[in-house]
């Protein structure tokens, strides 16, 4: 598609069964935790788009280790116990949450790594997963601004076992230290501790379940306090959920055009904090029915609402373009880390918002979006961000005229995005069989 979602009609009144890729977070962490297994792995249902490509490419480039692509499957198989950094630069492009879990696994490789990334990453806070390798006794260097990429890592064992990490800015850096940690075989446990307040906790309880489901030893004793007793797991496959954030735009679509979809390998209980969306928009007013390992979801008008997005943050955007449509003004609150993504979020949404004729506000970790009777035609600027074009364009299934620019750039982490939209107009443009 062209970067617009046209033509919708609604006269099919039956459910919509979407399809939903692998879970990008998930796939993520399965790439690394397979990358420290010896032997070969499968990841089934993985996502395959830019930032999981690059991330495959990436350990792929270590001699000892080759990842290959099968449908929807990564093939990892590590060869040795010790792996070797390779010559040349390790590039992310602009994937932020495999450059942070790369950081901590380019440690256990034998040589120096340099990692870098694009402009926007290298903006980037990795800061505070630095401050930890300080802790843990690892080996770095800034080769630009300080706390920033492009950095050079020492592969070497840590240190130390008694490692503290900044949890108020980013959950991935956490995530990361707790499955390099989990290779630390020369000690008898790592002991993590969060330092301040911990953001996003659910992006943290999904490394833990995959952790625990190959076989990684990880405990919490107590609050923010983890102990993880080092080990190799033997894992042959790796199960990945679809994602709950690709979710998001069609329960969006579904709220705007008041329709039903049915999701299905996701229920309400996943550990993915994206799910939570489904039970904003119930309170808002839509229909939910639980069905096994599957939501079915069915869009209505909907009322306003206070929201503290803080543990989903990847659907705010989503719930920011369905708020257009409310009855009365959605606040939505505590996404301060919204600033620092692909680009800042608050602004981009309010800024783009306004341009389509909708009254916002904002303010440092908050935005409030006030009801509009009408929506401007306007071709919507997406900064590069997959998420600001993929959300901004439902709009385009109410009002005339509304495209974004760059509908490549949802290649990011939903690559068949303009298809399944396509889909769902043509699905309710079809007319039902009669019985």
Known sequence: MDGAITGFKTRNAEPYSASIPGSKSFTNRALVIAAHQIGRTVINNALICDDTIFFSKALSAFEG???????????VERTSETIIAPEEPVYFGAAGTPVRLMLSFVASAKGQTLVTGNERLSERPMKDLLDAFDTAGIQYECKGEPGHLPVLVTGAPAKTANWQINGSVSSQFLSSLLIH????????EVNVEVLNYLVSR???????EMMKKVGLKVEEPEPNHFKVTPCRSSASEIDVEIDASAMSYLLTAAVLTHTTVKISGISRQSKQGDVGLVDVYKQMGCQVKDEGDAIIFTGAPITGI?????KMP????????????ASSTVTITNIANLRVKECDRISAACNELKRLGVEVEEGEDWMRIHPAKTLKPAEVKTYDDHRVAMAFSLLGLIAEGITVEEPECVSKSFPDFWVEMQRF???????????
């Open 65 to 75: 280790l080759d990842i290959t692509q099968d449908g929807n499957s990564f093939i």
């Open 181 to 188: 940690a989990s290779q630390q075989l020369d000690k008898p």
């Open 202 to 208: 659910p992006y943290i309880e999904m490394t833990l």
């Open 306 to 310: 206070d929201v503290d997005m803080e």
């Open 314 to 325: 990847d659907v705010v955007l989503s719930l920011a373009v369905a708020a257009t449509q």
């Open 425 to 435: 107009v043509d699905f309710h443009q079809q007319v039902p069989v009669e019985a």
